[in-house]
T-cell receptor, first 117, second 114 residues
Framework: AQSVAQPEDQVNVAEGNPLTVKCTYS??????LFWYVQYPNRGLQFLLK??????LVKGSYGFEAEFNKSQTSFHLKKPSALVSDSALYFC???????????????FGRGTSLIVHP | DAGITQSPRHKVTETGTPVTLRCHQT?????MYWYRQDPGHGLRLIHY???????DKGEVSDGYSVSRSKTEDFLLTLESATSSQTSVYFC?????????????FGPGTRLTVL
C-alpha cells in the first residue's frame, strides 16, 4: 500500500521569500516521488521526480525537492518565490515495480500556493 | 501536454443521460488513465488501461465504464449521469520510455450534470 499526505491546504508567501510545500509519504519499499503543478483551468504539469541517488532533485521553473528517507518526506522548495508560482501543487508516490500489472501512483490532495506581491 | 487532447472540453448535461468523454494521444503510450478532480479530494483514479482492450478499475469506478479499441484513444462513459459526477475529468498517459514513468495530463473536461 502507498499513501501521500500534503499537510497544508494552503501556503502563503511573499514574493522574493523562500517557499516550502510539504509532502510526506508511506510506502512499503523504495519510492518514486513526483511533484506536479496545476495552473488555473489547466491540466497537471510535471515539475520533478526522485528515483534514486542525490537526495536533492532539481526541476522546472527553479523548483527543487529534497528526499528525506528517515522522515519519509519530499518537500518542494524554491529559494525566491514569484507571483507567477501561485498555483496548486500535487505530490505523488509510487513503487518502482509494477503493482498489479500497472504503474499507478497515488496523489496527495494538493496544496494551494499563494505568492503575494 | 505530450500530445494529449480531450474532448469535449466543457459539457453540460442532464441527470440520467449517457455521456462519453474522449482522450486522444499521439505518441503511442501504452498506459492511459482517467482521473476526476474535486475540491478537497485531489485527484482520484477512475479507470486505467495498460493496452488495447486491457483496462482495470481505479478507486472510484462505480458509475463509469471505459473502452480502448485503439492505442491512441481511451473513452470514458457515464452510462447514466448523476449530479455527483459533476467534476473536472483528466486523462493522463505514462511515459515509460525514460524509466520511472512520469505521467502527463491532458487539459481536462469540465462536466456539469444538472
Amino acid at each position: 500500500a502507498q499513501s501521500v499526505a500534503q499537510p497544508e491546504d494552503q501556503v502563503n508567501v511573499a514574493e522574493g521569500n523562500p517557499l516550502t510545500v510539504k509532502c510526506t509519504y508511506s510506502v512499503s519499499g523504495n519510492p518514486y516521488l513526483f511533484w506536479y503543478v496545476q495552473y488555473p483551468n489547466r491540466g497537471l504539469q510535471f515539475l520533478l521526480k526522485y528515483i534514486t541517488g542525490d537526495n536533492l532533485v532539481k526541476g522546472s521553473y527553479g523548483f527543487e525537492a529534497e528526499f528525506n528517507k528517515s522522515q519519509t518526506s519530499f518537500h518542494l522548495k524554491k529559494p525566491s518565490a514569484l507571483v507567477s508560482d501561485s498555483a496548486l501543487y500535487f505530490c505523488a508516490v509510487r513503487l518502482p515495480e509494477l503493482s498489479g500489472g500497472s504503474y499507478i501512483p497515488t496523489f496527495g490532495r494538493g496544496t494551494s500556493l499563494i505568492v503575494h506581491p | 501536454d505530450a500530445g494529449i487532447t480531450q474532448s469535449p472540453r466543457h459539457k453540460v448535461t442532464e441527470t440520467g443521460t449517457p455521456v462519453t468523454l474522449r482522450c486522444h494521444q499521439t505518441e503511442n503510450h501504452r498506459y492511459m488513465y482517467w482521473y476526476r478532480q474535486d475540491p478537497g479530494h485531489g485527484l482520484r483514479l477512475i479507470h486505467y488501461s495498460y493496452g488495447v482492450k486491457d483496462t482495470d478499475k481505479g478507486e472510484v469506478s462505480d458509475g463509469y465504464s471505459v473502452s480502448r479499441s485503439k492505442t491512441e484513444d481511451f473513452l470514458l462513459t457515464l452510462e447514466s449521469a448523476t449530479s455527483s459526477q459533476t467534476s473536472v475529468y483528466f486523462c493522463a498517459i505514462s511515459d515509460t520510455s525514460r524509466g520511472a514513468d512520469t505521467q502527463y495530463f491532458g487539459p481536462g473536461t469540465r462536466l456539469t450534470v444538472l
